[in-house]
């Protein structure tokens, strides 16, 4: 089993930045952030791989958010900059405890083993 915490999230004004953190309680494993806004689907956003080599993005946050690691602190990162109403959403951590969501993700598939509970983001305009 994975226990995943979510911090970081807020308010912020459009045009600003936030970074939203994820501690598991399992190292090196392929993570990823969702998001879910009211009345829509949840979204992948970004998703890195166990060693921090690999990362993919959303079409909608790419250019704009950043996904980094620490494996020395089982700490997974959003970086998100230049921040619209559009982002406002509860957004998830993830992890892929069995191998199985690393190709889905590519494609912005959403699957994951498991998740944590959640940061609300709202950005006002």
């Known amino acids: 089993q994975v226990q995943l915490v979510e911090s970081g999230g807020g308010l912020v004004q459009a045009g600003g930045s936030l970074r939203l953190s994820c501690a598991s309680s399992r190292r090196a494993l392929p993570m990823a952030w969702f998001r879910q806004a009211p009345g829509k689907e949840r979204e992948f956003v970004a998703g890195i791989s166990w060693s921090g080599g690999n990362t993919l993005y959303g079409d909608s946050v790419k250019g704009r958010f950043t996904i980094s690691r620490d494996n020395a602190k089982n700490t997974v990162y959003l970086q998100m900059n230049n921040l619209k109403p559009e982002d406002t959403a509860v957004y998830y951590c993830?992890?892929?405890?069995?191998?199985?969501?690393?190709?889905?993700?590519?494609?912005?598939?959403?699957?994951?083993?498991?998740r944590g509970q959640g940061t609300q983001v709202t950005v006002s305009s």
């Open positions: 993830a992890a892929d405890l069995y191998g199985n969501s690393w190709n889905k993700w590519s494609t912005g598939g959403v699957t994951y083993d498991y």
